[in-house]
Each structure stands twice: as C-alpha cells, then as structure tokens.
C-alpha cells in the first residue's frame, strides 16, 4: 500500500510564501508523475502542477510564473514553492502520484492553505 504524508501548509498574508512537501512511502518501483491539486470550498479539485520521473513539468495557468514544483525521486518526493501568494490560491492541497509499476493512483490526506489578504 502507498501512502503519502504531506505537510507545509498554513496561514499566510498575501503576497507571502508556503513550501509543501510531501513523501510517498510503500512499494512504487516506477512512477509516471508525482503532483500536487487543490480544492476550494465549493470548487472542483484542479491541478496545480505535476512533475514526471524525467523531470518535465507542467503548471495550471494560474500559478505559472509564481509556483515551482520540483522531486527527489531517491527519496519519493515532491516539493511545491508557492511565492507571491494571492487569496485566491486559499484552498485545501492534495499530493497524487500515478504510480506505473506496480500500477496505481494514490493521494495524500490534504493540507491547508490560507492566503489573506
């Protein structure tokens, strides 16, 4: 069974910064991507930014230019830098990995993420 731990959440003023980690435990012999989604009260869950085993990135449009996502693949890591924080990035953050071998989909618990303003 995989399991992921995720922690760095918290309150923060806006224009701040958070950094959430999170580290996946239990058998994953391949991965496809580890990422990190988010979802606001009243809102569906959406990406905010997924990195492959290779290193490739991708980011909502949203956070494009102020979030930056990165993995330790040794230590089955993934890391997410929120910089110049906006209210609107308030919401609950999941860490997902899409694990190849052997095959599954796995998510954190979730952690909270208050920007005021």
């Known amino acids: 069974q995989v399991q992921l731990v995720e922690s760095g959440g918290g309150l923060v003023q806006a224009g701040g910064s958070l950094r959430l980690s999170c580290e996946a435990s239990g058998r994953i012999l391949r991965f496809h991507t580890m990422g990190w989604y988010r979802q606001a009260p009243g809102k569906q869950r959406e990406l905010v930014a997924v990195?492959?085993?290779?290193?490739?990135?991708n980011y909502a449009a949203s956070v494009k230019g102020r979030f930056t996502i990165s993995s330790d693949n040794a230590k089955r890591a993934v890391y997410l830098q929120m910089n110049s924080l906006k209210p609107e990035d308030t919401a609950v953050y999941y860490c997902?990995?899409?694990?190849?071998?052997?095959?599954?989909?796995?998510w954190g618990q979730g952690t909270q993420v208050t920007v005021s303003s």
């Open positions: 990195i492959t085993d290779g290193g490739s990135t």
């Open positions: 997902n990995i899409d694990v190849a071998l052997p095959v599954g989909v796995y």
